[in-house]
């Protein structure tokens, strides 16, 4: 399996921003990641999908990173189930349930991202998760051992999920039901014309910026808005009018400004509210000065 060498992986993450990675990796089935596993011994590793919840630094990254392809892009159609490698997009997911008949996998349509991803983060908006169709999830450990996993024992919650991060997602078993062909075609419809309706597609994001806080709190784009943050900018970057809980790239976007944006968020919110906002997306080579800004350490 060949290592590559300073990617730019501004080139390879939503955001389009981010330094080098001094090795990256793209294994295309169980026998090659296993092979970069033994490479890698016991050092730390990243696992890059589409980068669509992710910041990356200038500095880029001294962890090896891995892109699964290949075979871990595999989707198939089964009877009362729908079989999926890591490296499936979740809207390929969405269609291929959509256009089988099956009911429930209409809000994976327009979110960004791969399988792997989606299974990390609990991916799913409206109280509507993708663990809750699980069946099974297939990881691999750095041991190179297959482990399937149910989600009582991965335990997934809101944005997590209680599943080691040097464990590799590889492959997943949705549980599937038949319904009307037309009302699932019309629910996948509407529900995705609210969301591209309601959210940023035209300008490079990575989604949602902050969790939603508990009750009694109002939610994330709500407090962002409350105080006084909606279309705020820092360089390249600005928390989108549209949503407020977005923020885009302009065009010329540093990770800096991002960060920018995020830690004056947070401390207003804090001022404001009393609370101390999380952050929902995922940061890569930052000091943990800048980390603890923005309560990701």
Do not use: C
């Amino acid at each position: 399996m060949r290592w590559e060498h300073d990617v730019r992986l501004a080139t390879l993450a939503r955001y389009r921003i981010g330094g080098p990675a001094d090795r990256l990796a793209r294994p295309q089935n169980l026998d090659e990641l296993r092979d970069l596993f033994g490479d890698l011994g016991e050092a730390p590793y990243e696992v890059l999908g589409t980068g669509a919840n992710i910041l990356i630094s200038e500095a880029g990254l001294r962890a090896p990173v891995l892109v699964l392809g290949g075979e871990f892009g595999g989707l198939e159609v089964e009877d009362g189930a729908i079989r999926a490698g890591a490296a499936t997009k979740l809207p390929a997911l969405a269609g291929a349930a959509r256009k089988s008949a099956r009911v429930g996998f209409h809000f994976l349509e327009a979110v960004p991202g791969t399988v792997g991803g989606g299974l990390r983060m609990n991916a799913g908006a409206r109280n509507e998760w993708l663990w809750d169709r699980v069946e099974w999830v297939d990881a691999v450990t750095p041991s190179g051992e297959l482990v399937r996993l149910t989600p009582e024992e991965a335990q997934p919650s809101y944005r997590r999920v209680s599943v080691p991060e040097n464990w590799v997602f590889v492959a997943a078993r949705f549980e599937t039901k038949e319904g009307d062909p037309g009302a699932i075609r019309e629910a996948h419809f509407n529900f995705r014309e609210r969301k591209v309706n309601d959210q940023v597609y035209d300008l490079p994001s990575v989604g949602s910026t902050w969790k939603n806080p508990e009750s009694p709190h109002p939610s994330a784009w709500q407090i962002v808005d409350e105080v006084g943050m909606r279309g705020a900018r820092s360089g390249g970057a600005q928390i989108a009018e549209r949503h407020a809980n977005f923020i885009v790239n302009l065009g010329d976007a540093m990770a800096e400004d991002v960060l920018d944006l995020m830690i004056e968020t947070r401390k207003r919110a804090h001022v404001h509210f009393g609370l101390w906002l999380e952050p929902e997306i995922r940061f890569w080579g930052f000091e943990a000065d800048r980390l603890a800004e923005v309560g990701a350490v």
